[in-house]
């Protein structure tokens, strides 16, 4: 069977192009972990992404041992995600320069066959592993993002603000206002690995809900 890769399968959502774009995302599954703190320098979100891929890994590979749940085929696992916002403010990705106060949702989508109880198979499983991890701190849910303008953005994650202003003028020239919420919320789709990619190619998926005015 030929294996699914996300990024390839589904391009509208993992390979817009560097000028913005509508998309209505629809529902899927993703594990999750949140937190709050700097992303480059708090423990936290370290921790939050070793449970995250802990757990997907764990899952894609259950047919080793042959404990694969019903409809298990084999696949890629998809990139990481995170929706960020700060409290007390509508945060777009950029009004907030003190990194510490970020509060972040990381995110892995999921086949849809994982169900809560394969979830909780993989997380007994990774817990004899790994027991320092905090596995409680993972969540297995159905997000439906809607309506969001998005772009790909080539570079440093510190940069991004030339391509927010992009976004924000496509919405506003298109009939659209951006619509935060605690429930919509700046998003980022991380397609490079930092540890092995120049921080001039990294590419970045940047998502912002959005609502006709």
């Known amino acids: 069977m030929e294996k699914l890769d996300y990024k390839k399968e589904f391009k509208d959502l993992y390979q817009p192009k560097k000028v913005p774009s509508i998309i209505d995302v629809p529902e899927m599954v993703f594990i999750t972990a949140e937190g709050m703190g700097n992303p480059n320098t708090c423990t936290e979100y370290k921790k939050a992404l070793e449970i995250l891929y802990g757990l997907s890994f764990t899952i894609k590979m259950s047919k080793m041992n042959n404990t694969q749940p019903r409809g298990y085929f084999e696949y890629t696992v998809p990139p990481l995600e995170g929706l960020w916002y700060c409290d007390g403010i509508s945060f777009d990705g950029m009004n ?11 995110m892995i989508r999921q086949p849809e066959f994982v169900t809560e109880k394969v979830f909780e198979q993989a997380r007994t499983a990774l817990s ?86």
């Not at 320069?97 to 949702?105: E, Q």
């Not at 935060?180 to 998003?187: P, Q, Y």
């Open 128 to 213: 004899k592993k790994k027991p320092e991890l905090d596995l409680n701190k993972a969540k297995l849910i159905k997000f439906t993002e809607g309506l969001c303008v998005q772009i790909m953005h080539i570079g440093s994650y510190d940069c991004e603000g030339e391509s927010i202003l992009k976004l924000k003028a496509f919405a506003e020239e298109n009939g659209y206002r951006e619509d935060f919420s605690h429930n919509r919320l700046h998003h980022e789709l991380y397609l490079s690995d930092p540890r092995r990619c120049a921080e001039e190619k990294l590419k970045t998926v940047i998502r912002h809900p959005i609502v006709k005015k």
């Open 96 to 106: 907030a320069a003190d990194k510490d106060k970020f509060r972040w949702i990381s």
